[in-house]
T-cell receptor, first 117, second 112 residues
Framework: DVKVTQSSRYLVKRTGEKVFLECVQD?????MFWYRQDPGLGLRLIYF???????EKGDIPEGYSVSREKKERFSLILESASTNQTSMYLC????????????????FGPGTRLTVL | AQSVTQLDSHVSVSEGTPVLLRCNYS??????LFWYVQHPNKGLQLLLK??????LVKGINGFEAEFKKSETSFHLTKPSAHMSDAAEYFC??????????FGGGTRVLVKP
C-alpha cells in the first residue's frame, strides 16, 4: 500500500515563528503536493513538485515556501507564521507524467492541524 | 481553467435510504473526475474515478457516479446509506496533467 506520512498530527505555534511541516512517501512517486483545507473551501493547492529540487506555485503560495532535497520528502515552510495560516495541511503524492500514468490519482497523508496563536 | 461546484454543503439521510451528492464541473479539456471521501481525523481516500472510459463508474463501498458531459455533472450516488458513510465528500477535476481542483466538500450525516 502507498503510504504518505506527515511529521505531526497537531501543531501549535506562535505568530512570527518559523514552521516546518514534513511529508514522506514510500512509493517512489515523482509528484508531491501541499494543500491547505479550510471549511467550505475544500482543498487548495499551495505548492507542488515534479521532481527533486523542482517546485511550482499552486493557487495560494503566498506566505509559504517548500523544499524537496530527496525524492521521498517534501517540506512546507512557513517563514513567519500568522494567525490566518491556522488550518489543516495535507500532503499528497502521485505517479509522474500524465501521459504515462494518466489517472492522476493522488494519495494523501493524514494531515497536520496547525494552530497559530 | 477548471472548477468544481458541489451543490450541497450538507446532506442528511436516514440509514438505508439513497444518497445523492451533486457535483458540476467546468473544464476546457476532456477532464478526469474523482470523488474522494474524508472520515473524521483521517486523510482523503479515493472512492472512484472517471477517465473517459465508461460513463457510469463504480467505486468502493457501493458508491457509483455517472459522468454526463451535456450537463457537466458527475453526481455520486449510493442506493442504501450506512452509518459508516458519515464523512465529508469531495468532487475533484483534473484537466491539466497532475493538478487537481477540489470542490468545497459535502458533509454527509446519516441518521439511525
Amino acid at each position: 500500500d502507498v503510504k504518505v506520512t506527515q511529521s505531526s498530527r497537531y501543531l501549535v505555534k506562535r505568530t512570527g515563528e518559523k514552521v516546518f511541516l514534513e511529508c514522506v512517501q514510500d512509493m517512489d512517486h515523482e509528484n508531491m503536493f501541499w494543500y491547505r483545507q479550510d471549511p467550505g473551501l475544500g482543498l487548495r493547492l499551495i505548492y507542488f513538485s515534479y521532481d527533486v529540487k523542482m517546485k511550482e506555485k499552486g493557487d495560494i503560495p503566498e506566505g509559504y515556501s517548500v523544499s524537496r532535497e530527496k525524492k521521498e520528502r517534501f517540506s512546507l515552510i512557513l517563514e513567519s507564521a500568522s494567525t490566518n495560516q491556522t488550518s489543516m495541511y495535507l500532503c499528497a503524492s502521485s505517479y509522474g507524467l500524465a501521459g504515462i500514468h494518466p489517472y492522476n490519482e493522488q494519495f494523501f497523508g493524514p494531515g497536520t492541524r496547525l494552530t497559530v496563536l | 481553467a477548471q472548477s468544481v461546484t458541489q451543490l450541497d454543503s450538507h446532506v442528511s439521510v436516514s440509514e438505508g435510504t439513497p444518497v445523492l451528492l451533486r457535483c458540476n464541473y467546468s473544464s476546457s479539456y476532456s477532464p478526469s473526475l474523482f470523488w474522494y471521501v474524508q472520515h473524521p481525523n483521517k486523510g482523503l481516500q479515493l472512492l472512484l474515478k472517471y477517465t473517459s472510459a465508461a460513463t457510469l463508474v463504480k467505486g468502493i463501498n457501493g458508491f457509483e457516479a455517472e459522468f454526463k458531459k451535456s450537463e457537466t455533472s458527475f453526481h455520486l450516488t449510493k442506493p442504501s446509506a450506512h452509518m459508516s458513510d458519515a464523512a465529508e465528500y469531495f468532487c475533484v477535476v483534473s484537466d491539466q496533467g497532475n493538478k487537481l481542483t477540489f470542490g468545497g466538500g459535502t458533509r454527509v450525516l446519516v441518521k439511525p
